[in-house]
Nanobody, 124 residues
Framework: HVQLVESGGGSVQAGESLRLSCVVS????????MGWFRQVPGQKREGVAG???????SYRDSVKGRFTISHDRATGTVNLQMNNLKIEDTAMYYCAARTGFCGNWPRKPDGYQYWGQGTQVTVS
């Protein structure tokens, strides 16, 4: 059974940084697609960053150059380093996993079977 637990959210000023972590258990990395998503109340959940099948990273345009996703295989942790945060980055952030071949990272939340509880990021 796959479990995902996020941490690292908080309240920061614009321009500051946060590092989100997602501890993943009960899965084999090579058989799952992993990614980070975010959602603002009243809006659709959107993909932020993830991994292609060849391990390359993929980002939504608005966070390119500021966010970095990484995977620590030793600890089973998927991290999201967020630098130069902007007010529009304020959202609940979720780690998610789905089974099967990724191809190009699937950035829509549809099809992801496993979700963490979310961690709030507030930028002011």
């Amino acid at each position: 059974h796959v479990q995902l637990v996020e941490s690292g959210g908080g309240s920061v000023q614009a321009g500051e940084s946060l590092r989100l972590s997602c501890v993943v258990s009960g899965y084999r990395y090579s058989t799952y697609c992993m990614g980070w998503f975010r959602q603002v109340p009243g809006q659709k959940r959107e993909g932020v960053a993830g991994f292609d099948s060849d391990g390359a990273t993929s980002y939504r345009d608005s966070v390119k150059g500021r966010f970095t996703i990484s995977h620590d295989r030793a600890t089973g942790t998927v991290n999201l380093q967020m630098n130069n945060l902007k007010i529009e980055d304020t959202a609940m952030y979720y780690c998610a996993a789905r089974t099967g071949f990724c191809g190009n990272w699937p950035r829509k939340p549809d099809g992801y079977q496993y979700w963490g509880q979310g961690t709030q990021v507030t930028v002011s």
